[in-house]
């Protein structure tokens, strides 16, 4: 595999940023220069390429982890109202991540009992640089530690560009048949028996759970029906 691309966001200045997964090594850039990424070896990472509003070549970043094969997933990309950030949501299975490959790690200890976890990376728009103050070195994860399926799908952010509201899929632990749901470190929320859709709501420049969202405080909240999987494909916000 070499690259295939899933998603585009266009910033209110025509820049555009696409993201998509990519093994081996590649040269995102188009044009005249270099710019070579290698995924972890025998894995396939995700990539966040930046073309300028002009068609020149902007950036590209990567970001993954150590598993085996099939080891990360983009499925969201938004870029904020203000131009400043870019959010990219999917899922790893891989046992820690990073950005660029050799920043920070962040462990996701669900995946190493045969689980996903749901990411979120903030970068910033000018440069694809981690935005550091965003969780852990720009990367936030929504999962259960003792390994369940956890899988962002979407995002969307409200007009001040405050807050980051992701949905997606999560289910049980197959060992325990039930969900012990965490945005980082934060609280914990048991849910339901089946897989159903969530919603978490983020702090955009910390990337902690919003404590006015969610059950408990803890910024997560979900919805489906008994003995049927449920889906959150897609998330916007009204004016309000």
Known sequence: MQFLPHLVAVDS??????????????DFNPNVGVDSKTATAGNENVCVTRINADGTY???QVFGGSGT????NAQGILVSPDGSSVYVTGETYSTSIQISGTGTALPC?????SGCTAFIIALNASNGTA????GTAGMQIFADSRGAVYIGEALAMNSSSATL?????YGPNGATGTTHA?????TVVSGPTNYCAFIIALDATTGLGKATFGVSGSGIDYFGASGASVWGLG???DTT
């Open 13 to 26: 200045s025509g820049n555009r940023y696409a993201t998509g997964i990519f093994g081996g090594t590649i």
């Open 58 to 60: 902007g950036w590209t």
């Open 69 to 72: 094969g099939f080891s990360e």
């Open 109 to 113: 200890p669900g995946n190493a009992l």
């Open 131 to 134: 935005k550091t103050s965003f």
């Open 165 to 169: 509201y992701v949905t997606g899929q």
């Open 182 to 186: 965490q945005i980082g470190s934060g």
């Open 235 to 237: 998330v916007t916000l």
